[in-house]
C-alpha cells in the first residue's frame, strides 16, 4: 500500500471493555476519491471516523490521514481535515457567519482570508440569506449545508463526511450531493463518507468498503462489486405463509438472498430468460403470485450477500 | 493561540448575551439571598467576632463568591451541551491547543462572574454593606472572585470531559454548595459549633473567604490574611486546573 | 362520567410510584432540608444566647418545623411537574379519551401529594428526633404536625397542578421555584423574626407560611396547645382549597381546550 494516499490504514482496532467496535480494519483511499464507507448503525463507522479525525485513539493498529499519524501527529491532521458530523454539530445560539468566523479562527486563517471564504462558502451552499440568522432558526438542510461550509472555510485536503443527508428529506440530499460532487471535481478533495443509505453510496462514491461488526466485509468499486453478484435479484411476494414453499419450489433456479417478509429473493441463475421458469414453477406448485420484479445487481445484493441480510433503513425498503 | 482563545471565549460571551435568562438567573440567586440574609440573621451579628458589626459588610463579600462560583458552573453546564449536540468535538477536532480549548472555554464564565458579582456588590452598597480597605481591599476580594469562578469552572469541567454526559450537571452545584457552605460562609469558626467547625478550620475556602472579607472587615487588609488566602486560593485553583486538565485529556481516550 | 375512588386510587398510585422511580425527584427535596438543617444548626446553636429567642433544648429542636416545611413546598410541586410532563407527553390527553373522571385526575393526583407530605413530615420528624428534636405536644402534636404538612403538601401541589395545566410546561412550573423559596426564607421558619427586626420581622409576621412553622414549633418545643394547633391546621386547609379550586379551574379550562 502507499503512505502517500490520503487516508492509508493498518490493522485499526477499537475496543470498549471486551466489545470491538472496530475489529483490524485496513483500507486506503486514493487521492481526489470519493470514499463511501457503508453499513448499518453501530457497524463501526463513526468509531472509525472518530479515530481518523483524532476524536478518539485506536486500541491498536495505526492510521495517517494526509500523510500524517493520527495519534503522535494529531494536529497536524487536524489542519488537514474537515469534518462534518452526524446531527451537524453545531450551536443554535450563534448566527451561520458567526460560526463559520470561530470555525476560521479556529484553524488559523487569516481575518481577510477568511471574510473572503466565508462570502464564498455562504454563497456556494444557498446561505447568503439566511448567513446573520440563529442556527437554531435554520431547517435541518440549512444546517447540514452550513455544515459543510464550515468544513471547509480552512480548504482541507481531506474532507469526512458523517451520515451528511440522515434526516434529510429528498431535495435537501439531493442538493448536498450535488455539492460534493462540484467540491470533489472542482478541487479535488478527497472526500470518506459515512451512510446508511446504498443509494446515497452508489450514487457518490468511487469505491466503497462495506463494515459489519467492526470488520470491513467487501470493498472496491461499487460498479465492480455489482459484477461479481452476477446474476440479477428475482423478487416474489407471495405472502407470509407461502414463502418456504415457494422456496423449496425455486431452489434449483438460484441462491436465496435476503428479503422483505411475505417475499422470496433470489439470484436468478441465467437472469430474465429464466424468469417464466420461476413463474411455472411457482404456479405447478400451487403458490399464488401477488408481485413480481427483476432487478439487476444492486449494493444492496452486494450488502446482503456480504452480511446474509439486508441493510436496514436501505432505499429498497421503501419501493418494496 | 491567543486568537483561538479569544475564538472560543468570544463565542461564550455571545452565548451570555443571547441567553439573558441565564444570566438574570445567575444574578438573581445571589442578591436574592444576601438580602434574605441580611434579614433573617441580622439578630446574629450581636453574637460578636464577626470583625464587623454590620451583617451587610459579613455577607457581601460572601455572596461576590457565590455568584462568581455559579457564574462558573455555568461553563460547566455549556460544555455538557456543546458535548451532547457534538459541537466540542468540532472543538477537538480542530488544530487550536487543548490548553487553548480549556482557557477560552472558562474565560466566558469569568465575565459573567465578573458582572454578577459586581451587580451584587452594588445590591450590597445599597443596601448599607461600607468597605473598609480602599482600592487593596476590592483588589483582594476580586482577586477572590475571579480564583474561586476559575475553580468551579475547573470543577465543572473536570466532571463534564469525564463523564461526557449532561446527567453529571446535578453534581456541579452540589460540589460547589458543599465547598462554600462548609466553611465561614455564614458564621465566623467561634460562633460555629461541632462538624461544621472542625470542617471550616480545615476547608482552604474559609482562607479565601478571609482574603475577600478583608475589604469589608474592621481591621482592613493584613498581611497575614491576604497570604492564607493566596496559598488557599493558589491550592484550590491549581488541584481543580489539574482536574479539568487530565479530564480533557482522557476525553479522547 | 362519575368519580369513584377507585379511579382516584389508580391516579395516586401512579403519582406516588412516579414519585419512588424517580429518584432525582425527591432525593433533593429529603436531602437538602436535612443538609441545611444540619448546616443551620452548627451555624448558628450558639444564637440560643441571644435575648428573645425561645427557650428550646437545641438549634435541631428549633428547625424541625422549617425542615418539614422546607422539604414538603420542594417535594410537592413535582405533582404540577408531573401533570406538564403527561401534557407535554400527550399522556395526558390518552387519559382525557378514556372514560375516567376528569375530577379523579386532579383528586388522585393531589391524593398522592398529600400522602408523600405527609410521610415525609413523618421522616423528618424521626431523623430529627435522633439528633435532638422534641415533639412535646405529644401524639397530637404529632398528627396535627402530619396533618398541616398533608395540607401544605396538598396546596403546593395544587398550586403546581394549576400552573402545570394552565401552561403545559415543565419549565413554567418550576420557574415558580424561586417564589417558593423566598416564601420559606421570609417566613419564621429559619430564625426567629424578633430577633432578626427589622422589614424581615414585619415580612414574615404577615406570610402565612410562619402561621403554621409557629403553630407546629409550638407543639415541638413547648407542648400542646389547641389555639396554636388549629391556627396551624386553618391556614394550610384554607391555603389547601383555595389552590384546589385554582385547579378544577385550570382543569376545566384545560379540557375545554
Sequence with gaps: MSKESPIFVENLCRKFGSLSAVD????????????????????????????LTTLMTPTSGRARVAGYDVVSEADMVRRSIGVALQDAAIDPIMTGRELLKLQAVLHGVSRKRSKVKSEELLERVGLKGASDKRVAQYSGGMRRRLDLAMSLIHEPTVLFLDEPTTGLDPTSRSALWDEVRRLNKEFGTTVLLTTQYLEEADQLADRIAIIDGGSIVREGRPATLKEAIGDPTIRIEVGEKNVEAAALALTALGPRRPSLQGRIALGLRGGGENMAAAVRALDDAGIQIFHIELDPPSLEDVFAEATGRRLEGSEKDGHE | MMLSIVGIAGRGVIRTIRMPSVLIQSVFFPTFFFVIYIGLYAGVITLGGFGTSSIENWYVPFMMLQGASFAGIGVGFSTSLDISNGFFDRLMMSPVSRIAILVGSIFGGLLRALFVSTVVLAVGLIFGA??????????????????????????????????????????????????????TAQVPLNVSTGWLQTIAQRNPVTEVLGLARQSFMDVGVTSAETIDGLIALLLIVLSLGAFAWSGLRRYLG | MVMSSAQIKAVAARSVRGVIRQPQAWVPSLAFPLFFTALSSAAFEKTRAIPGFPEVSSFVAFLLAATILQGVMFGSTSAG???????????????????????????????????????????????????????????????????????????????????????????AVNGFFPIFFALVFLSSAFFPPQISGGWFEVVASINPLSTMVDGMRHLHIVGWDFAKAASAVVVSAVLFFVFVGTSLVALSARIKK
Design chain 3, 81 to 171: 411537574t408531573d401533570v406538564a410532563i403527561d401534557i407535554e407527553s400527550g399522556f395526558f390527553d390518552r387519559f382525557l379519551a378514556s372514560p375516567i373522571s376528569r375530577l379523579s385526575l386532579v383528586f388522585g393526583r393531589l391524593a398522592g401529594t398529600v400522602l408523600l407530605a405527609a410521610m415525609q413530615a413523618l421522616l423528618f420528624t424521626v431523623i430529627l428526633m435522633c439528633f435532638g428534636a422534641t415533639m412535646r405536644g405529644g401524639i397530637s402534636g404529632l398528627a396535627v404536625t402530619l396533618l398541616v404538612a398533608g395540607f401544605l403538601g396538598g396546596a403546593v401541589g395544587a398550586f403546581a397542578v394549576t400552573v402545570g395545566l394552565h401552561t403545559g410546561s415543565v419549565e
Design chain 1, 24 to 51: 483490524n480494519i485496513n483500507l486506503e483511499v486514493a487521492a481526489g476519491q470519493i470514499f463511501g464507507f457503508l453499513g448499518p448503525n453501530g457497524a463501526g463507522k463513526s468509531t472509525t471516523v472518530r479515530m
Design chain 2, 130 to 183: 461600607r468597605p473598609t480597605s480602599g482600592i487593596m481591599g476590592f483588589f483582594w476580594l476580586y482577586t477572590a472572585v475571579v480564583g474561586m469562578c476559575l475553580a468551579s469552572s475547573c470543577w465543572a469541567l473536570g466532571l463534564v470531559y469525564r463523564f461526557k454526559d449532561q446527567r453529571i450537571a446535578p453534581l456541579f452545584p452540589i460540589g460547589v454548595f458543599m465547598a462554600l457552605f462548609t466553611s
